[in-house]
């Protein structure tokens, strides 16, 4: 059995936007860092729906931990599953073995909500990793081709309808990339159908899409996606899912007939607070004080998607990327000082950087403050941005390649269709 450091030992659970910030800001303090996650790679999340809709293949938009950690030497990545929390013996346990800690940072993300109804899960997978990209390509392009052979017209009309469940960002993003593929792409790929005549159907719950963004922004995405073919549907709340499709609220009990959904409409937290026994919001996040940490465990850090907190206006700062970001830097550099003995750095304050949200080709909304801006330059401000926070110089040139050669030539270089696990 190997011996324990005599530094403050350091556990960070998830290897996420804020976990990898947390570990970053600790690189020249005296401490041991022991970085937990299921999986053995870091996914850059905001461009997931472009593995799903096969522009991008996923090595291009995951790097594997242990590389991107490689020389901070005071990290240990291990992948294991995190099974619980002894916060009276300071242990993290996990699937492959106990560890202590002296701090506990948790930055363990979200999954998907389905509001009660986890059953539908099967039928609609949400995106939020490089497997739930990979399935939700495998039936959407699996669509196309049972469609060519089926025989029945109503059967091939469900199998070239897609339904894309929420009207957030990723809702919006999936629904125009799918739209363009259908229309675009594999127009001339097929001899008995015609994919331009697939319905793309994108449901919101609320009465506008982007509802984080000014109203105005909101309906030009509303009308850029109409434009492309997708019928938006505003105010439809879904009422159960199947293999067959989807049921919505409101008069009548509409049904619509679907071989392909896709889950975008909410997000619940990790069991992180449970783990700890901590008090959580209606999400399942960890309630956090201002520096981070959670109420009477001095120790133990929050951040990303497992932290509920406050902006200095009274708002609840966003499960986005930046958020995340800010506040696993935050935690690093208040630990580091604590062991450093020395001053503490003053509360966590978020700093909102602004918005965006891409809709199909040469096209997306941006706001940054008073900075806003539509169609073809949002497009390109989007492109830069995502392009600049991807890990490694490898990662940026080919993404900035694949987007400027689907640019050109309305083509998508991923179309694999893995066979689906029995």
Not at 10 to 15: P, S
Not at 338 to 350: C, D, I, K, N, S
Not at 353 to 358: K, V
């Amino acid at each position: 059995m190997l011996s324990r450091s005599p530094q403050p030992q350091v556990v960070i659970v998830g290897a996420g936007f804020g976990g990898l910030q947390a570990a970053k800001a600790l690189a020249k303090a005296p401490v041991d860092i022991a970085l937990i996650d299921t999986y053995n790679h870091h996914c850059f999340q905001p461009l997931l729906y472009q593995v799903a809709t096969a522009a991008l293949s996923p090595a291009d938009v995951a790097w594997p931990i242990r590389a991107i950690m490689r020389a901070q030497k005071n990290v240990r990545v291990i992948m294991a599953r995190v099974t619980g929390i002894d916060v009276q013996a300071r242990r993290v346990h996990t699937s492959e073995i106990d560890l202590p800690y002296d701090y506990l940072v948790l930055a363990t993300g979200s999954t998907h909500s389905y509001f009660g109804h986890d059953d539908w899960a099967p039928f609609a997978p949400g995106l939020k990793h490089i497997a739930d990209a990979t399935e939700i390509r495998r039936r959407f392009l699996l669509a196309f081709e049972r469609a060519e052979v089926v025989e029945d017209e109503a059967e091939r009309a469900r199998l070239l309808t897609f339904v894309i469940v929420g009207g957030g960002a990723t809702g919006v993003e999936m629904a125009g990339a799918i739209a363009e593929v259908a229309r675009r792409t594999l127009r001339h790929d097929f001899r008995r159908i015609d994919p331009r005549k697939s319905r793309i159907i994108l449901l919101e719950a609320g009465p506008r899409l982007l509802p984080s963004f000014p109203e105005h922004l909101s309906d030009y995405a509303t009308r850029s996606l109409q434009k492309m073919g997708v019928e938006v549907e505003l105010n439809r709340t879904v009422t159960g899912c199947d293999a067959q499709g989807v049921s919505l609220g409101g008069d009548g009990g509409d049904r619509i007939e679907a071989a392909t959904l896709v889950w975008a409409a909410g997000v619940v937290a990790s069991p992180a607070a449970l783990w700890i026994g901590a008090e959580h919001d209606r999400a399942g996040r960890v309630t956090v004080n201002a520096d981070l940490s959670v109420s009477g465990r001095p120790e133990i850090f929050a951040v990303g998607d497992t932290a509920s907190i406050y902006d200095p206006d009274g708002k609840p700062v966003p499960g986005i990327a930046p958020a995340a970001k800010q506040m696993g830097s935050y935690a690093g550099k208040l630990i580091a000082a604590r062991v450093l003995g020395q001053t503490a750095p003053a509360p966590f304050a978020y700093r909102h950087l602004g918005e965006l949200a891409t809709i199909g080709r040469k096209s997306a909304v941006v706001k940054l403050g008073f900075f806003q801006l539509t169609g073809f330059l949002g497009w390109l401000f989007w492109s830069a941005i995502h392009i600049y926070f991807l890990i490694g110089l490898r990662n940026r040139f080919v993404v900035a390649i694949n987007w400027l050669w689907s640019y050109m030539t309305f083509q998508r270089g991923a179309r694999l269709i893995g066979v689906a696990r029995q």
